[in-house]
T-cell receptor, first 110, second 115 residues
Framework: GQNIDQPTEMTATEGAIVQINCTYQTSGFNGLFWYQQHAGEAPTFLSYNVLDGLEEKGRFSSFLSRSKGYSYLLLKELQMKDSASYLCAVRGRYGQNFVFGPGTRLSVLP | NAGVTQTPKFRVLKTGQSMTLLCAQDMNHEYMYWYRQDPGMGLRLIHYSVGEGTTAKGEVPDGYNVSRLKKQNFLLGLESAAPSQTSVYFC??????????????FGPGTRLLVL
């Protein structure tokens, strides 16, 4: 079976750092993706990890540990516009299927 | 480039009615997907296609049919709508690629209400 877990909601303050965790159990693994989704809009791509370690992209970083089935998305210098849902998705062994977690709704407060 | 477009944006159906959702992409992507998104459940894959003329079932295919007669279009059909199909439907596409970093690009979504 396939299972991806994320916290449902998180709250943080403008200017702070927040870490959103994702744990997964899947029958195959061919990469982990993070997407951002603002309310009423489509998901948009943030980051991709396929090897263990940290990938940094400006204010956003994503970490992967394949042995632990664990990833996190780190958002630095939070801005109000970062209030959104963050979706963790694992691509299966054959590359066509993506399995999404339930998403974490982040609220950034002034 | 328009990217991925979906029509209609919003639709209200009565139980038992049928409809077709259209997805179009202009990025020459091989793979196309249909998802539904419900509160607290994330995106769930309905059907997908790895090329023109081919389709496959995803996680929640019951009650839906799809067709991909042209590479750029992917149609999702509801033959007899049920209230449980009230949801937001997203279409996505991605390239086949070889790097592994080929992400999905999503359309703006179709909001469907079945009464």
């Amino acid at each position: 079976g396939q299972n991806i877990d994320q916290p449902t909601e998180m709250t943080a303050t403008e200017g702070a750092i927040v870490q959103i965790n994702c744990t997964y159990q899947t029958s195959g693994f061919n990469g982990l993706f993070w997407y951002q989704q603002h309310a009423g809009e489509a998901p948009t791509f943030l980051s991709y990890n396929v090897l263990d370690g940290l990938e940094e992209k400006g204010r956003f970083s994503s970490f992967l540990s394949r042995s632990k089935g664990y990833s996190y998305l780190l958002l630095k210098e939070l801005q109000m516009k970062d209030s959104a849902s963050y979706l963790c998705a694992v691509r299966g062994r054959y590359g066509q299927n993506f399995v999404f977690g339930p998403g974490t709704r982040l609220s950034v407060l002034p | 480039n328009a990217g991925v477009t979906q029509t209609p944006k919003f639709r209200v159906l009565k139980t038992g009615q049928s409809m077709t959702l259209l997805c179009a992409q202009d990025m020459n992507h091989e793979y196309m997907y249909w998802y539904r998104q419900d509160p607290g459940m994330g995106l769930r894959l309905i059907h997908y296609s790895v090329g023109e003329g081919t389709t496959a079932k995803g996680e929640v295919p019951d009650g839906y049919n799809v067709s991909r007669l042209k590479k750029q279009n992917f149609l999702l059909g509801l033959e007899s709508a049920a209230p449980s199909q009230t949801s937001v439907y997203f279409c996505a596409s991605s390239s086949a690629g070889t790097t592994g970093a080929e992400t999905q690009y999503f359309g703006p979504g179709t909001r469907l209400l079945v009464l």
